[in-house]
């Protein structure tokens, strides 16, 4: 199974606030990451977060960090139909190496 | 601008053919990586290069070769030794220096086999 979990999908109104989450398990991770991915596209750093750093706001992206549960979610806020995507996130763990969750399937609806 | 580039964008191969997919950077990153990208799955390491001329396999790295001559280059060549190779090819770089290790990646290379 996967290091990184991710729920695989998420539906949301234009104009609402989308919250994904994500569980990683290295806990000396240094850098955990939010990629977005478009259809047939390569993957797009949104953001990252250092691991001493419990929140990181960057316009409308909003990453929360939980060490103790290593949960991470991202917030996107005022959500448009440009924000339609696959989501991932990933940790850089204690060998260096980056492990990626599935991806959440983001659909935003008029 | 600085990038990745990847190429073919799409490729088709017929069963028992080797075909090699193309990766070139111009960002000056000293590492470089192959990932292969399944419908509803994460990212899979392929392969992985932090320096010319030297090259890991990473977690399925079975059915598939790669070279790292230049800086800029690492090519990933799939072989018919790999057992179901239709799969969205995804290249990436890394500086490496202190700090976030950001990756960044190429357009991919959407591999089919007839």
């Known amino acids: 199974g996967e290091d990184v979990e991710q729920s695989l999908f998420l539906s949301v109104r234009e104009g609402d606030s989308s919250v994904i989450n994500c569980t990683y398990t290295?806990?000396?991770?240094?850098?955990l990451y939010w990629y977005k991915q478009e259809p047939g596209a390569g993957l797009q750093l949104l953001t990252y977060?250092?691991?001493?750093?419990d929140m990181k706001q960057d316009q409308r992206l909003t990453v929360l960090l939980n060490k103790k549960d290593k949960h991470l979610s991202l917030r996107i806020a005022d959500t448009q139909t440009g924000d339609s995507a696959i989501y991932f996130c990933?940790?850089?763990?204690?060998?260096?190496?980056?492990?990626f969750g599935a991806g959440t399937q983001v659909v935003v609806t008029p | 601008d600085g990038g990745i580039t990847q190429s073919p964008k799409y490729l088709f191969r017929k069963e028992g053919q080797n075909v090699t997919l193309s990766c070139e950077q111009n960002?000056?990153?000293?590492?470089m990586y192959w990932y292969r990208q399944d419908p509803g799955q994460g990212l899979r390491l392929i392969y992985y290069?932090?320096?010319?001329?030297?090259?890991q396999k990473g977690d399925i790295a079975e059915g598939y070769s790669v070279s790292r001559e230049k800086k800029e280059s690492f090519p990933l060549t799939v072989t018919s030794a790999q057992k179901n190779p239709t799969a969205f090819y995804l290249c990436?770089?890394?500086?490496?220096?202190?700090?976030?290790?950001?990756?960044?990646f190429g357009a991919g290379s959407r591999l089919t086999v007839l």
């Open positions: 990436a770089s890394s500086s490496d220096r202190v700090g976030a290790n950001v990756l960044t």
């Open positions: 290295d806990s000396s991770s240094t850098y």
């Open positions: 977060i250092f691991s001493n750093m």
């Open positions: 990933a940790e850089n763990d204690s060998w260096g190496k980056f492990q």
């Open positions: 960002l000056n990153h000293d590492a």
């Open positions: 290069s932090q320096i010319v001329n030297d090259f």
